[in-house]
């Protein structure tokens, strides 16, 4: 059973442009969601996090965007660099973060110069 | 400050063999968990040690186990190694509280032949 769900492998996206990656979840009881990314041979690197107490949460070009009542969170990196290809993991927690994550399956990012 | 660090980068054993990985966490960290990540999936949650006690438990064998020591290291031994137990183990260490951010080493690739 899923319960952290990326249904898009992938992405390719323009240098400049924005890059919005989607994340769903079926557990209730979540309620702390992360952004990692990951390059081969290294480990995931965290990005940036969201508490449901709140439906937005931004770190300079990363923004992230909780909509609880559809069990759906966003990733929009603007503007896109080539850098930023990797794979990029959406995580959820309960207990605002004190418990064990769940990570989706992942959404490898192209960037396109 | 010292990152999160896992020993050794790569490991090839045969199948009923044991192995023993390995886990240095940031400094100031008292959390470490384990998580195994198959190709092409997310990682998936082993189990998590908070200062030395086992503090929540994945969906594994009692074959795999672990411990945490008092500079909060920590060792994931495996057991009776089968071959879908190929796949790059991360550690992450935390401070362990809510909100806290769970930070990766570069992991592990076990391959069992």
């Known amino acids: 059973d899923q319960q952290v769900k990326q249904n898009s492998p992938s992405l390719s996206v323009q240098e400049g442009r924005i890059s919005i990656l989607n994340c769903d979840y079926t557990?209730?009881?979540?309620?702390?969601f992360l952004w990692y990314k990951k390059y081969p041979a290294e480990g995931p690197t965290f990005l940036i996090s969201?508490?449901?107490?709140?439906d937005k949460n931004e770190d300079g070009r990363f923004t992230v965007f909780l909509n609880k009542s559809a069990k759906h969170l966003s990733l929009h990196i603007v503007p896109s660099q080539p850098g930023d290809s990797a794979v990029y993991f959406c995580?959820?927690?309960?207990?605002?973060?004190?418990?064990?994550?769940?990570f989706g399956t992942g959404t490898r990012l192209t960037i396109i110069p | 400050e010292t990152g999160v660090t896992q020993s050794p980068t790569h490991l090839i054993k045969t199948r009923g063999q044991q192995v023993t990985l390995r886990c240095s966490s940031q400094?100031?960290?008292?959390?470490v968990s384990w998580y195994q990540q198959a190709l092409g999936q997310g990682p998936q949650f082993i189990f998590q040690?908070?200062?030395?006690?086992?503090?929540g438990r994945g969906n594994f064998p009692p074959r795999f186990s672990g411990l945490q020591f008092p500079n909060y290291s920590s060792e994931l031994n495996v057991n009776a190694l089968e071959l879908d137990d190929s796949a790059l183990y991360l550690c992450?260490?935390?401070?362990?509280?809510?909100?806290?951010?769970?930070?990766f080493g570069p992991g592990t690739r076990l391959t069992v032949l």
């Open positions: 040690y908070y200062r030395e006690e086992e503090n």
């Open positions: 969201i508490s449901s107490i709140k």
């Open positions: 557990n209730s009881m979540f309620d702390y």
């Open positions: 400094s100031g960290h008292n959390t």
């Open positions: 995580a959820a927690s309960g207990n605002f973060g004190n418990e064990k994550l769940t």
């Open positions: 992450a260490s935390s401070l362990g509280g809510r909100g806290d951010t769970q930070y």
